[in-house]
């Protein structure tokens, strides 16, 4: 058949999933101010033929979405999508040439269809936005201001733009000198970004934008300042019973984010990803209740992780769409003061511990690094139902210099799971070990092991499952650990290297004493070479919400990307 005989239904289904998937990099929320929206292959598909000129001119929905780059192709746009609701994008190019006033009639004229504002005003400065909106806008769902215009004081509420009750996203990138007065019925999205020199920042604006948003599904707050833990929210109860996630990213300090969290009254199914900048306020830190964690259908699965100046707490249930996401970010000060960074987060982890119920916790995951490891230990007496554990241990600084801490991690860790009058993890059946060290042939992690093996067997605990991973750490690029970038193992190349992927005769000597000394002790023992990867990095894909991105597409920094650099 030749492809002009296909029927007009076929042709206008290929041009809807053409135009859609060209027009998705102008739905975000940070707009540079010569935003455009892409339209080559609309253009393009209507000068192929008569035939599929006519098609697509009889689609109005393919001409509904235009930018204000060009006056000529605004107009035809508009005349070609024949009253569909409209999608613009306002980019600074257009506000600049055009007085304030001409700006706001345009606006006007279209007001009545426009389903979305994008003000795509990028870096310059431009004082004049609210003045743009003086006008009723009773079509609009979404209305995103992405402007680098520096405000300083209070926000306050304004009635612009006006007879906006279907306003479903509201996006501001940053948070600008007003907001749409409340209560907005249908909003259901949220996205606020904002600037650091800001000043006199107060946190009633953005409570009383909440309480007055009874809808919303997703709110996401990104870079929020250290203003926000000055007046506690706690007990204020903002009730959100419809929201399905919570984002505080790119660096929001963590003390604001944690007061920010305690105000809201949220379900227990809430996926709750809190991406933190903890300064030198980690040790001050008060965390806030959070229903999932106090549930009787709460996490079953735990990873924790501190290195590299990052903490890492993930806490998923299997089934249910729920889980408590932080990643917690010290900064350059924590680095080279160990012992704050070491105080700062073994606070956090033992507030974890004694704040939340992990009663249900079956697996866990702990990546510690040399900065701490009395914290983890604590965690395990709140782990009553641990099965499986992996025990992650590497090196975070210079391995000359840091070399004995791994082995003492390991060495506390293997100390409190032998203790028999602390009776910790008793239904701990499963280990899996990794280290990485200076000194792989080392016997002092074979007598660590040894030992608790044995004090377990004794006490009516026993392991039955046991598997190691010893790594060299001069085989890993540490510059990448150090940028906070998970890495793999690369074999040093050099005369007589197995090839890629073969085990050498020094791994097979390690396995072999290994092997000799534990494996009697376990009912499954297993060595794995330096090169294979029995410890992937897991973040599941819940994580990317569906619905959250349903207006826009985050910028990298906000997306739930985990940071926290292992060896895998």
């Known amino acids: 058949m030749d492809i002009n005989e296909l029927p007009a239904e076929i042709f206008a289904f290929i041009f809807k999933h053409v135009v859609i998937s060209e027009r998705q990099s102008s739905f975000c929320v940070e707009f540079s101010g010569t935003a455009t929206v892409d339209t080559r292959s609309l253009i393009a598909i209507s000068h192929v033929c008569s035939r599929w000129r006519d098609i697509a001119l009889s689609l109005p929905f393919l001409w509904s979405r235009v930018d204000t780059t060009d006056e000529y192709k605004l107009e035809v746009f508009q005349e070609r999508s024949r009253g569909k609701p409209l999608s613009l994008v306002v980019n600074a190019v257009y506000v600049r040439l055009n007085p304030v006033h001409r700006c706001r009639n345009f606006l006007v004229a279209c007001s009545s269809r426009l389903r979305r504002l994008d003000l795509a005003l990028g870096e310059g400065t431009y ?69 650091p020199s800001v000043l006199h920042l107060g946190n009633h604006t953005l409570v009383s934008l909440l309480f007055g ?82 549930s009787v259908d709460g996490p079953t699965r735990l990873d924790v992780g501190s290195g590299f100046q990052t903490l890492h707490f993930l806490a998923e249930g299997v089934q249910a769409p729920a889980g408590v996401w932080v990643q917690a970010y010290h900064g350059a000060l924590g680095y080279y003061d160990g012992g704050t960074l070491r105080r700062n987060w073994d606070h956090l982890l033992n507030s974890f511990a004694t704040t939340y119920s992990f009663s249900n916790v079956l697996q866990s995951r702990f990546y510690v690094g040399s900065d701490s490891s009395k914290g983890f230990t604590d965690l395990l007496r709140y782990l009553p139902r641990l099965a499986e554990l992996d025990l992650l241990l590497y090196l975070n600084s210079d391995a000359l210099k840091y070399g004995g801490a791994a082995v003492d991690a390991l060495t506390r860790i293997c100390r409190a799971l032998s203790d028999e009058s602390r009776g910790l993890c008793p239904h701990l059946h499963t280990l899996r070990v990794q280290i990485i060290s200076a000194t792989p042939t080392s016997p002092a992690y074979i007598g660590d092991l040894k030992r608790m093996l044995r004090a377990r067997t004794s006490c009516g605990h026993p392991i039955r499952s046991l598997a190691v991973q010893v790594i060299d750490v001069a085989s890993i690029d540490k510059s990448e650990l150090e940028k906070r970038r998970s890495t793999t193992v690369k074999r040093r190349s050099g005369p007589g290297d197995a090839e890629p992927g073969a085990s050498t005769h020094s791994d097979y000597d390690l396995s072999t004493v290994y092997a000799h000394h534990l494996a009697s002790l376990v009912d499954e023992f297993q060595f794995y070479a330096p090169q294979d990867r029995p410890f992937p990095p897991r973040t599941s894909e819940q994580w990317r919400v569906p619905g959250s991105e349903d207006y826009w597409s985050l910028p990298e920094r906000d997306r739930p990307v985990s940071t926290f650099p292992w060896v895998y």
């Open 127 to 195: 004082h004049s936005v609210d003045e743009l909106l003086r006008f009723e806008a009773p079509a609009l769902e979404c209305l995103v201001v992405s402007h680098r215009h520096i405000w300083y004081g209070e926000p306050s509420f304004s009635d612009i733009p006006r007879q906006i009750n279907r306003l479903r996203a509201l996006a501001f990138t940053p948070l600008a000198s007003w907001i749409p007065r409340t209560p907005l019925p249908a909003l259901t999205h949220i996205y606020l970004s904002f600037t």
């Open 213 to 294: 948003t009874p809808a919303l599904e997703h709110l996401h707050l990104s870079h929020l300042p250290s203003t926000y833990s000055v007046a506690s929210l706690w007990n204020i109860g903002i009730p959100l019973v419809q929201l399905k996630s919570l984002s505080l990213t790119d660096r929001s300090e963590l003390s604001s984010a944690m007061n920010v969290t305690a105000g809201l009254d949220i379900p227990k199914t809430v996926l709750i990803r809190l991406d933190c900048y903890a300064a030198n306020s980690a040790a001050d830190t008060v965390l806030p209740p959070l229903p999932y964690l106090h």
